[in-house]
């Protein structure tokens, strides 16, 4: 039976992968978050994988805080960088195949046209910094593949949609940036794609192809198309005003535009991704 180890599993994608997990018979899950297994500690993870023998490693354990990594950068290089290393010690001479998730911020945001695997990271951020330094730890192991995502949002969790409800049930009108161009994530099918590859190399249907992806639903928004979309999905009434981004004073600087090209991924394992519309709809079905 395929043993496989999800960590940071009380985060939105370790939530998604729990509840899609019940769909996948056959196979041993075992979840983790920081109290049972800190990453950070690179004694009590390989005295972990050692223990459990993972045939798979999903890592959805990350620092998030895309501005107060700007202040304690040490801090998002431990969790995003050192702790990826902490694994990667411990499996790469295994069999053993790791899924890491990075993130859109690897790249320098000022591309207008998708980025695709091959365009060259620059991250602008402390966080999107310790992000690719966990990609080059992840990328040490012969079997392990990164999947860089945008825009995560879930049922589960905090996150850009829950707060435009949350506000929009409140006020009358929000500001919301409309220079930012990107695309969201609903994390079900973030997770639904992971479980896709993970199941379809467990049955040899194809081998695991090692290296970076792309991975976000399909389609391109602002945040303000985002935020207007999931107030008319919810029948509010609240009005979305389009502002810049310089009207916000934010340590991290945001890319401006990170639509990500998703070809590789959906060709190599034939994975078909809905639109981010599609989406929101289904998730927002959820949370009313
Ligand atoms: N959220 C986004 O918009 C976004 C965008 C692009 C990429 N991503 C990437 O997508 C992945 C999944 O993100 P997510 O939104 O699901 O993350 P999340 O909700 O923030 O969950 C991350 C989980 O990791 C845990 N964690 C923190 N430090 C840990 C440690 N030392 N050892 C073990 N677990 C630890 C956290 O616990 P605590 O809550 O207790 O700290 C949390 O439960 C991450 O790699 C993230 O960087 C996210």
Request: proline share 3%.
């Amino acid at each position: 039976m395929a043993v496989i180890l999800i960590t940071g599993a009380k985060g939105q994608l370790g939530n998604e992968l729990r509840v899609i997990s019940k769909n996948f018979y056959g196979y041993d899950f075992i979840f983790t978050d920081v109290e049972t297994l800190d990453l950070t500690s690179d004694i009590q993870t390989r005295e972990y994988i050692n223990e459990t023998n993972p045939d798979w490693i999903i890592n959805c354990a990350a620092y998030n805080l895309v501005d107060k990594a700007e202040s304690e950068p040490d801090k998002a290089m431990l969790v995003n960088g050192t702790a990826v290393k902490n694994i990667v010690d411990v499996v790469r001479e295994s069999e053993c195949k790791f899924i890491h998730i990075s993130s859109d911020y690897v790249y320098d945001g000022k591309n207008n046209v998708p980025y695709s695997e091959y365009s060259t990271p620059n991250p602008q951020s402390a966080y999107g910094r310790s992000k690719l330094a966990g990609e080059k730890y992840a990328l040490q192991h012969h079997g392990s593949m990164v999947i860089r995502t945008s825009w995560l949002y879930s049922s589960f969790g905090t996150n850009f949609v829950k707060s435009i409800l949350k506000n929009a049930g409140e006020k009358d009108t929000l500001k919301v940036v409309f220079d930012q161009t990107g695309t969201p994530t609903y994390a079900a099918d973030l997770a639904g794609a992971i479980m896709s590859i993970v199941s379809g190399v467990i049955r040899n249907q194809f081998a695991l192809s090692a290296g970076v992806f792309n991975y976000s639903n399909e389609g391109v928004c602002s945040w303000y198309d985002f935020a207007t979309e999931i107030i008319n999905e919810a029948g509010l009434q609240c009005k979305v005003n389009p502002v810049l981004t310089k009207e916000y004073r934010l340590a991290a600087q945001r890319p401006e535009y990170s639509v990500l090209d998703k070809s590789k991924i959906k060709e190599i394992y034939n994975l078909t991704i809905p639109h981010w519309r599609t989406s929101l709809s289904k998730c927002i079905n959820l949370l009313n």
